[in-house]
């Protein structure tokens, strides 16, 4: 039976179903292409009692982020965001900072930077060993409400817990948010950011549903996310970020600000404090389906050639929805060499050097990441000197002129 992991109700309603994939971080070797993939279906839900929209438990967060091939520093944007956010930061010399889910190093280096003792909890090895690399303390292990307890007695208790990007990624809500409250001192501060599901159901975003995110906040889920946990939503910030994102500010104890407020009211004009709101999407997502795929047909038609521009999680939900194999994109590139080489869990999709784009110079470049659509339109301006255009799938297929 299909339970809430906040609220333990029974009433779930489907929200978009995407069909089955494999998990979307698993990219393959060449020596993997002959053999089965497991996958897992893609069924966004949302709980009529609660309202927090969730997929199903079906793979842990031990099998996805033991080893992991997303590196936070090859986003020079984001790196950039991670040194604002730790310059705007009061931070007394003897502070202290943990970042939960710390990757590579991409946030807390800021920190190092500015002599201030801190401490990230990765649970990828692979990619924490980066971030020793760039002098940042890291703890390999997942946040539990002991391993919060530990670090607290090992360290003393935080200034200021981060936690970007991670909120969504774990199932147990209340027990990593317990984590976060054994972490932070009495009168500190925790710092999430998560995306926002205002605008993934505004602005079609449909490709950020994939295994690692068990589930998916509005404001108004987040407040009670937190609350089981022990932690009390004081402020909020609306970001950019990833298409659209929450920073939400929470502390042991304190009122909501009036910020708090209009985003709740925003969230209750646009139908998501009610189901009513999600009854459109999978309409909505299956239109985008077919944009793209007729584009992806007309070009090979004419004997146009189109290639893909990164290989994040989100783009292998969009390829494995709509079916895409290497007849309609020959392959995509990725800046992370840990994925070069490999191919696109499900479709098979080769994933090349970025140079391999300036030798081939295709017709159209597929661009994957397209909540990074600045940053790579300025780098990929290149394209436009053989006649390539840029495609952006997500909210809606536009090509660049």
């Not at 997303?70 to 790196?79: L, R």
């Not at 999407?281 to 795929?293: H, I, P």
Request: charged share 20%; glycine share 8%.
């Amino acid at each position: 039976m299909r339970t809430c992991r906040l609220c333990g109700s029974t009433a779930l309603a489907s929200v978009v179903d995407l069909g089955a994939t494999p998990p979307c971080e698993l990219f393959l070797t060449a020596d993997q292409l002959d053999l089965p993939e497991q996958t897992y279906p893609l069924h966004l839900r949302v709980c009529t009692d609660c309202l927090l929209a969730q997929l199903p438990p079906l793979i842990t967060p031990e099998e996805t982020f033991t080893e992991y091939a997303y590196f936070s520093s090859y986003s020079t944007s984001w790196v950039e965001h991670a040194r604002t956010f730790v310059a705007g930061l009061d931070l007394r010399p003897e502070a202290f900072v943990v970042e939960v889910a710390s990757n590579d190093g991409y946030l807390l280096q800021h920190v190092v930077e500015r002599g201030v003792r801190c401490l990230g909890i990765e649970p990828s090895a692979n990619v924490g060993a980066a971030a020793g690399d760039k002098g940042v303390p890291t703890l390999t292990a997942f946040l539990t409400p002991e391993t919060g307890r530990a670090v607290r007695e090992e360290h003393g208790p935080a200034d200021v817990v981060v936690a970007n990007n991670v909120y969504a990624h774990i199932p147990d809500i209340t027990g990593f948010t317990e984590g976060l409250r054994a972490l932070v001192a009495d009168d500190g501060v925790v710092a999430i950011e998560v995306q926002h599901l205002l605008t993934l159901m505004e602005l079609n975003q449909y490709d950020t549903i994939y295994h690692e995110h068990f589930q998916y906040y509005t404001v108004a889920s987040a407040q009670r996310a937190l609350a089981s946990g022990g932690l009390t939503l004081v402020d909020v910030e609306l970001l950019p970020t990833h298409g659209g994102s929450i920073r939400l500010w929470a502390r042991p104890q304190g009122e909501p600000s009036a910020r708090v407020a209009d985003v709740l009211a925003r969230e209750k004009a646009a139908g998501l404090h009610e189901l009513s709101g999600y009854a459109d999407f999978a309409a909505r997502v299956a239109k985008v389906r077919r944009d793209l795929l007729r584009f992806l047909v007309d070009a090979a038609d004419a004997g146009k050639t189109v290639v893909g521009y990164g290989a994040p999680g989100k783009g292998n939900t969009l390829l494995n929805h709509c079916g895409i194999r290497p007849d309609l994109l020959a392959y995509t590139v990725d800046r992370n060499p840990y994925k070069h080489g490999r191919f696109t869990p499900g479709t098979r999709i080769p994933i090349l050097a970025p140079e391999a784009i300036g030798r081939d110079r295709p017709d159209y470049v597929l661009v994957l990441p397209w909540n990074l659509r600045a940053e790579l339109t300025e780098q990929l301006s290149y394209v436009r000197e053989w006649g390539g255009r840029l495609v952006f799938p997500i909210p809606e297929l536009e090509v660049d002129e």
